[in-house]
């Protein structure tokens, strides 16, 4: 297993367009985790997923932002028309939750979205 | 009062030199993590805690949760170790990580 990989590394795109970013977990976790950092920031929470369940989603996730993990496998989160303000890191996460226990979270190399 | 809190926010040292980042923390939590930063942005993962100790290679994290505090050491540091480290704790709901604003570490030749 490469870790967890994020696809694609770098999007520029127009403001108004409609962007997609994928996620692929490590294969045996269950937890799947978005997160947004925009400069200088430290990240925020957007959503996870226990398997292909929506479980948490945050108020910053708004109604342009979906994320979908249809076979409990990878995830997409999407961004209908894009706004310059989206402009940001998109980071995922997976870990392996059992029994109340979380294991050590691993994260993605990121998805860079610049709005122009 | 920002619920974790990292020192320093800035740390130069010089190659060989021991490195300690400490973390203090305001909220209940399940775990603690730190993780590694390089510039353009990718994470790393470095360590998930909820007690006591753990090494990898240079690098030694220790957490007491009766203080709500750890630390990360790094001995002798390299150039390469030039990063910003994150501490981040994941909240007692297990789903919510709360991230420091981070240390810019930077080690000279």
């Known amino acids: 297993d490469t870790g967890v990989s994020q696809d694609p590394r770098h999007k520029i795109t127009k403001r108004g367009q409609n962007v997609t970013f994928r996620c692929d977990p490590i294969?045996?976790?269950?937890?799947l985790y978005w997160y947004r950092q925009t400069l200088g920031q430290g990240p925020e929470f957007l959503t996870y997923?226990?398997?292909?369940?929506?479980?948490?989603k945050s108020r910053l996730l708004s109604d342009r932002f979906s994320a979908e993990r249809p076979k409990g496998s990878f995830s997409t989160l999407e961004i209908q028309r894009t706004e310059q303000g989206d402009s940001a890191m998109y980071l995922c996460?997976?870990?392996?939750?059992?029994?109340?226990?979380?294991?050590?979270?691993?994260f993605g190399q990121g998805t860079r979205l610049t709005v122009v | 009062k920002n619920e974790v809190e990292q020192s320093p926010q800035n740390l130069t040292a010089q190659e060989g030199e021991f490195i300690t980042i400490n973390c203090s923390y305001s909220?209940?939590?399940?775990?603690l993590h730190w993780l590694q930063q390089h510039p353009g942005g990718g994470i790393v993962s470095l360590f998930m805690?909820?007690?006591?100790?753990k090494k990898h290679g240079r690098l030694i994290a220790t957490i007491n949760i009766q203080e709500k505090h750890s630390s990360l050491h790094i001995t002798a540091s390299h150039p390469r170790d030039s990063a910003v480290y994150i501490c981040?704790?994941?909240?007692?709901?297990?789903?919510?990580?709360?991230w420091g604003a981070g240390t810019k570490l930077i080690i000279k030749p």
């Open positions: 996460a997976s870990s392996l939750w059992t029994a109340g226990v979380n294991t050590e979270a691993f």
């Open positions: 294969s045996e976790h269950n937890r």
């Open positions: 997923f226990q398997n292909e369940a929506q479980l948490e």
């Open positions: 909220v209940g939590i399940s775990a």
């Open positions: 805690l909820s007690s006591g100790k």
């Open positions: 981040a704790v994941m909240r007692d709901s297990n789903y919510q990580l709360i």
